[in-house]
């Protein structure tokens, strides 16, 4: 009788699990062997939660056998995963068996698989619910069960995946997903099925798709739960980004092709302008030498015609200088040293440097104090060239009145600002003209005939500079009245 019991139990239809009360396993049918995928040999007397139970079911698990000693008996319906991985859902029984002395001695657990059933269940549960609504969408709806089954595929998913909609319902989602990407999915989908997380958009990016034939293709995938009559689902939404990943793979190559293009014309610069310093020195050398009469009188009409070429070949200098200073600045990494500065010393020696071209045009340049003397932490080099620019600019378009420049500091937020503004009475600036004046080789005035010369590289640079010191540079102006540009550089207080 004996042998025929455990033969009824070794050739059952269901799972049959024999445990001591430790839970580790000491009997394994063969229907177990088929439904789990562990041969007996791999499972016995070990924990039988080692093996089938997913880890966010341990708790549940443990609660059931609990039951299963203090009560005699206890059932559920529940998750649980195969060798391979794969999910199944179970209907699971358990018994407590005692000895001769009525001490409990094992726990006998029958476990039947209705994964089948309860797809089923799902599907019929979801199409009740949407009534077809999600085949009107533009984007790939899949909605899979706690199983990983996909229980609902819309027309467009069939479309994306070269599948037929009936023959997606029931399989398992792995059908549609490449394989690195399968473990990411089974986190996303116990985190969502137990509402652990929002509705989300592209958990990863370079997410893919897999076609029926195997190819991949990218995609844009949102995730969200989706309750229906109390049990709860994943909703997947797939979107084909194909045609927006071919246009941001041809921005990359022409943003790299444009800085390539960058990058050689930064070169032509640089070495250009080095080729022509080496004349323009001579020129100035040798003029320097005519104008100080070392080779002998000048008339008066010879030193003006001098003076002339002087003057024009400083200029010229000038502008390649800035125009190597452009080059370089993009180029390479600026090593701005700071070191400790007086605001009145520096500004004084720019506004010395300057004085003649302003009396050159009748214009009052004038100073206005901060109270106290003011120390700046910063690159003297650098603030220096700013200052120039600034106040150059300032007389250059400035035919009446005065240009004046005045300095002040206040804390904020345990830093100290400092801000230094050139105000003239000039011209002014429009609205419009404003957004231009701090590109690289913009002249407001591009004519051919204007008025001024210049490349309309002072303000780039002084933005640049402003930037790589911790600061910047804003303007404020109206036509007709004048303009103020102001230097703000912010600077921790010592201390902080």
Request: glycine share 6%; hydrophobic share 40%; aromatic share 4%.
């Amino acid at each position: 009788m004996l042998q025929l019991e455990q033969l009824l139990l070794s050739e059952a239809p269901d799972a049959y699990v024999l445990m001591d009360m430790q839970g580790r396993v000491i009997y394994w049918n063969r229907c177990a062997e088929q439904i789990f995928g562990y041969a007996a040999q791999e499972v016995m007397s070990q924990h039988l939660s080692d093996f089938i139970v997913p880890p966010e079911r341990r708790l549940e698990e443990d609660r059931v056998f609990a039951d299963t000693i203090s009560l005699g008996r206890a059932e559920c319906q529940s998750i649980r995963r195969r060798k391979d991985g794969s999910l199944l859902h179970l209907s699971v029984s358990n018994k407590l068996l005692r000895d001769e002395q009525g001490h409990p001695q094992y726990v006998l657990s029958c476990k039947r698989d209705i994964s089948q059933a309860t797809v089923l269940r799902d599907i019929s549960l979801i199409a009740a619910s949407v009534h077809g609504l999600y085949d009107s969408l533009p984007d790939g709806i899949v909605v899979v069960n706690a199983l990983d089954r996909i229980v609902l595929a819309n027309r467009r998913a069939g479309e994306l995946f070269d599948w037929e909609v009936a023959e997606l319902t029931g399989c398992a989602i792995d059908v549609l997903i490449p394989q690195r990407f399968l473990a990411m999915h089974a986190q996303n989908l116990v985190t969502y099925l137990n509402h652990a997380a929002a509705p989300a958009h592209n958990p990863t990016p370079d997410l893919c798709g897999l076609k029926r034939n195997g190819s991949e293709f990218p995609v844009d995938v949102s995730l969200s739960p989706l309750v229906v009559e109390g049990e709860t689902f994943l909703l997947i939404a797939v979107r084909d980004i194909s045609d927006r990943k071919r246009i941001e793979e041809d921005l990359a190559e022409k943003n790299r092709a444009l800085q390539e293009a960058m990058e050689s014309r930064n070169r032509f610069l640089a070495n250009t302008s080095h080729e022509l310093r080496t004349p323009l020195n001579a020129i100035l050398g040798f003029t320097d030498i005519l104008l100080t009469r070392m080779g002998g009188p000048l008339t008066l009409e010879q030193e003006q015609q001098l003076q002339t070429v002087h003057d024009s070949a400083e200029h010229l200098l000038g502008l390649i200088t800035s125009l190597l200073d452009v080059s370089r600045m993009e180029t390479e990494d600026a090593d701005l040293i700071p070191e400790a500065l007086l605001c009145s010393q520096l500004i004084d020696e720019t506004v010395a440097a300057l004085r003649p071209a302003a009396a050159k045009k009748g214009l009052l340049l004038e100073v206005q104090p901060a109270t106290g003397e003011t120390v700046i932490h910063t690159n003297r080099r650098a603030l220096a060239q700013i200052l120039l620019n600034l106040v150059g600019n300032a007389i250059k378009f400035t035919e009446h009145g005065q240009v004046q420049v005045r300095w002040h500091q206040q804390p904020h937020d345990g830093s100290t600002i400092t801000f230094i503004e050139v105000q003239d009475s000039g011209c002014g600036i429009s609205e419009q003209d404003q957004q231009k004046l701090f590109r690289a080789f913009t002249q407001l005035d591009a004519s051919a005939s204007r008025k001024h010369d210049g490349m309309g590289q002072g303000l780039y640079l002084s933005q640049k500079l402003a930037h790589l010191m911790g600061g910047a540079i804003s303007v404020q102006s109206q036509v007709g009245q004048g303009s103020r540009f102001t230097l703000c550089l912010k600077q921790k207080t010592a201390g902080n």
